[in-house]
């Protein structure tokens, strides 16, 4: 698993055990199965940084899940994730909380490959990856409509 950086910047993704090691294990699944070459860094950290970065970056004053910014040289890029908007999507969806994270670091990873999702066509290649890849972890389809 080596050129994936974690680098927690917000003191609460600490407070959760087994994540760190269970995160980096989804970016490398995802990592693989996107054919993803170089580096990376994922960026744990909060909702005020993340909404700096959406605001700078893209445009948006808000805060986000997960922004991905590719790179290239040999370096595939990085991967920001927001404790507090992660939480909340995982309450409000009845998910638990690691489940979420991974499921973000396994989209920022695909996003990172070259995947995309605004598109449909792009949707329809990019969604079911993430599902193959969070099911080969034991998450639960994500885009499944709750019963």
Do not use: C
């Amino acid at each position: 698993m080596s050129g994936i950086t974690l680098h927690i910047e917000d003191p609460k993704w600490r407070t959760h055990r087994g994540l760190q090691a269970r995160l980096k294990t989804a970016a490398e699944a995802a990592r693989k199965a996107g054919k993803l070459k170089g580096d990376f860094t994922i960026l744990l950290t909060s909702d005020k940084a993340l909404r700096a970065l959406n605001r700078d970056f893209r445009g948006k004053d808000k805060p986000t899940n997960v922004l991905s910014f590719p790179s290239g040289d040999g370096y595939a890029g990085d991967i920001a994730i927001a404790h507090g908007v992660t939480a909340r999507e995982a309450k409000a969806a009845d998910k638990r909380f690691a489940d979420h994270a991974t499921h973000l670091v396994v989209h920022g990873v695909l996003h990172l490959a070259g995947h995309d999702h605004v598109r449909p066509k792009d949707a329809k290649v990019m969604e079911p990856l993430e599902v193959k890849i969070l099911a080969r972890l034991g998450i639960a389809d994500p885009y499944a409509m709750p019963q």
